[in-house]
């Protein structure tokens, strides 16, 4: 994207109409060269509305990400463990950007955004859907010493502190899918995505991803297979609009995850999941329901009884025992 695009993006980005000539003026360029700029923004996915003699406006505007807005609003908990913060118009994905800059560099504490990418990906290989400035594309960077055995449930308990966020956001009513995914009345809200590079038994990097819908366009929802809902309908439908100016929903929304989760992968080596353990089976969307766990080999039947303090999956079978799951491609879904 070319810094004149931007310029468009941050004038248009409040809804209003904006003539042509006054945006010429701004952009130092012909209102031809800033019908061109306008086409290109278009192929982003954003909706620009043109009515002759008023100019141009991008419908309902945008919420762009801003470092200092986030920054600002972070927990005095968080500052301390953050070490960076980048943000990008468009990016292939923020968890493999992550990955890239922990394998070159020390990165620890590094947060990646992005308003838009062109190919994020969620677990098992699955495609997100990530339309420009509308929902958080988010990814942390972070060192461990005790290898993988000392993450497990970390997946869980970062579940956990996406909850907290959308709570504090107001978002009533969040639910927490076994392993990854956020969910409000059976409608998936998010997801998180973990990867881990570095040694197994020793020192790692663990590249946090988290994925959530804040205002997702229709036309992009379309290409989604599951039922959805995003942060703007679930504030309507409980009449409980977030705190201050429209536009500043998503960095309030970024802050606040990465509030909760710098301070939790501080700690996380030495507490373990065995602390958010009763939180998230607080939260537990499936629990006490029939579900069918999905193995590469086979799928098992039994009804969702919470999870181990390891983070592992408990469902109990017909003959009334109970089996533990736990890493692994595994897929769990409820049986209608």
């Given amino acids: 994207m070319s810094d004149t695009q931007r310029k468009i993006l941050h004038i248009l980005k409040d809804g209003a109409f904006h003539s042509g000539e006054a945006l010429g003026e701004k952009l130092g360029c012909s209102r031809t060269a800033v019908w061109k700029h306008l086409q290109k923004l278009e192929a982003l996915g954003l909706v620009v509305e043109t009515t002759k003699g008023t100019g141009y406006r991008i419908v309902g505007g945008i919420d762009l990400l801003d470092e200092g807005l986030i920054t600002g609003a972070l927990s005095v908990e968080a500052i301390p463990h953050l070490s960076a913060i980048d943000i990008f118009q468009t990016i292939n994905s923020t968890n493999t950007y992550a990955r890239e800059l922990a394998e070159s560099s020390s ?77 409000v009345e059976q409608k998936k809200l998010g997801g998180i995505l973990l990867e881990m590079i570095g040694d197994p038994v020793g020192h790692c990097n663990v590249i946090v991803g988290v994925g959530l819908n804040v205002s997702m366009p229709a036309l992009q ?111 769990l879904r409820l049986v209608r």
Avoid: C, M
């Fill in 107 to 183: 990165a620890s504490g590094a947060v990646i955004l992005a308003e838009q990418q062109t190919a994020g990906r969620g677990r098992r290989g699955k495609s997100w859907v990530s339309p420009f400035a509308a929902n958080i594309y988010l990814s942390i960077v972070w060192d461990f010493e005790q290898g993988a055995q000392a993450l497990e449930g970390l997946s869980l308990a970062i579940g956990v502190a996406v909850k907290r966020a959308l709570t504090a956001h107001g978002v009533q009513e969040v639910k927490l899918k076994w392993p990854n995914d956020i969910y």
């Fill in 221 to 331: 929802a379309a290409a989604i297979d599951q039922d959805w809902t995003d942060v703007t309908t679930e504030l309507q439908a409980q009449q409980s609009p977030a705190d201050g100016p429209k536009l500043s929903v998503r960095n309030k929304l970024a802050a606040a995850l990465i509030s909760e989760i710098l301070p939790l992968l501080d700690t996380f080596q030495t507490r373990g999941f065995a602390a958010y353990r009763d939180e998230w089976q607080a939260a537990d969307a499936f629990y006490g329901q029939a579900a069918e766990i999905s193995t590469p080999k086979q799928s098992i039947a039994g009804v969702v009884r919470g999870v181990e303090t390891n983070g592992a999956l408990r469902l109990e079978l017909d003959n009334g025992t109970i089996e533990s799951f736990i890493g692994g491609e595994l897929s």
